[in-house]
């Protein structure tokens, strides 16, 4: 078995929203992250496309609905027969918004097929923690849309890294450093002493959704959030009745939240040209943007270092 490289990216499985053209697949999202896999919002094709990205089943852990309009779900039945004709060993949780638990046990059963997978089912039925994973905790927050739909966040807590230098300095070195560690201090040294402060990353997925106050919440400091901007603002009254952000108001909120790496999606097939989301976007955002397209791969961003400019790590 090849062993899995510590990585954290976005595989982009598909950019479209209610109706997929001949370049945008239906949603999906795959977040790499370390060791873990999180699958969110298979819309049709979600199977196929995994193929064409090159990612196995068998590296999915965790299957995050925000809701159950179509192209959100309706890749579900083929992942997860796939998960379990590939026989994945791991247990894969599953989080959807309760209310639609009908919904999500159809699409679980939708037709006949040797059922092998261990999928644990965690429904979100109110705003706040949901899950703590080797990732880190998942959080919930309802949005704004005419079905009842759940945007998730991903919160690695802070930790320490140890410095080599100092370590180096004060003789500590083999198991020493792991008794440190585990103890907080050695001999008189403390772990203060020969480290530094390792912020934790975010990530962000907001899907459907008008602007409200659950947009920010979840988006902010994110180090990569991942949002609808279905229209453009010329169209702001179209994307309010129908429950959407514009580009400018995604951007906006990324702008006013610290966001360091946007990436626009979910965008209605009455635009042929992905320039304009970009273009209306960088009015109000000047971090890393991203207007994504099928297949693409985003790293999530170098993790912020305290105190040692010019230092990163992953
Ligand atoms: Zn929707």
């Known amino acids: 078995m090849v062993p899995r490289v510590s990585v954290r990216e976005l595989v982009i499985l598909g950019t479209a929203s209610q109706v997929p053209t001949r370049r945008r697949n239906h949603n999906g999202y795959l977040l790499r992250w370390d060791t873990e896999?999180?699958?969110?919002d298979p819309g049709d094709g979600t199977q196929r496309q995994l193929v064409h990205a090159g990612v196995a089943a068998s590296d999915i852990n965790r299957i995050l609905l925000t809701h159950f309009h179509g192209d959100h779900c309706l890749g579900l039945p083929g992942v997860v027969q796939r998960l379990s004709l590939d026989r994945v060993a791991h247990p894969v949780h599953a989080h959807f918004p309760a209310t639609g638990q009908g919904y999500f046990d159809r699409l679980r059963h939708a037709s006949p097929f040797h059922d092998t997978l261990d999928l644990r089912e965690v429904p979100v039925?109110?705003?706040g923690?949901?899950?703590?994973?080797?990732a880190g905790a998942i959080e919930a927050?309802?949005?704004d849309h005419p079905e009842p739909a759940y945007g998730y966040r991903l919160v690695e807590p802070d930790g320490r890294r140890m410095r080599a230098d100092l370590l180096a300095a004060r003789g500590i070195g083999g198991p020493d450093v792991g008794r440190l560690q585990r103890d907080g201090a050695l001999d008189g040294v403390?772990?203060?002493e020969v480290s530094e402060p390792r912020p934790g990353q975010r990530f962000a997925?907001?899907?459907?959704t008008r602007l409200c106050d659950a947009v920010y919440a979840l988006a902010e400091g994110a180090d990569l959030l991942v949002i609808e901007s279905t229209f453009l603002d010329s169209e702001r009254r179209?994307?309010?009745?129908y429950g959407h952000l514009t580009a400018a108001q995604a951007a906006r909120v990324a702008a006013s939240c610290g966001v360091r790496r946007l990436v626009l999606t979910h965008f209605s097939q009455r635009y042929d040209d992905p320039a304009a989301f970009e273009a209306e976007a960088r009015v109000h955002f000047d971090g890393d943007l991203v207007v994504a397209e099928d297949l693409m791969r985003v790293p999530v961003p170098p993790r912020r270092m305290v105190g040692r400019p010019g230092a990163g790590d992953t």
């Open 125 to 127: 039925t109110a705003d």
């Open 238 to 241: 179209l994307a309010h009745d």
């Open 190 to 192: 403390t772990l203060d």
């Open 205 to 208: 997925f907001v899907m459907d």
């Open 129 to 134: 923690h949901l899950a703590d994973t080797p």
């Open 37 to 40: 896999g999180l699958l969110f």
């Open 141 to 143: 927050r309802r949005l």
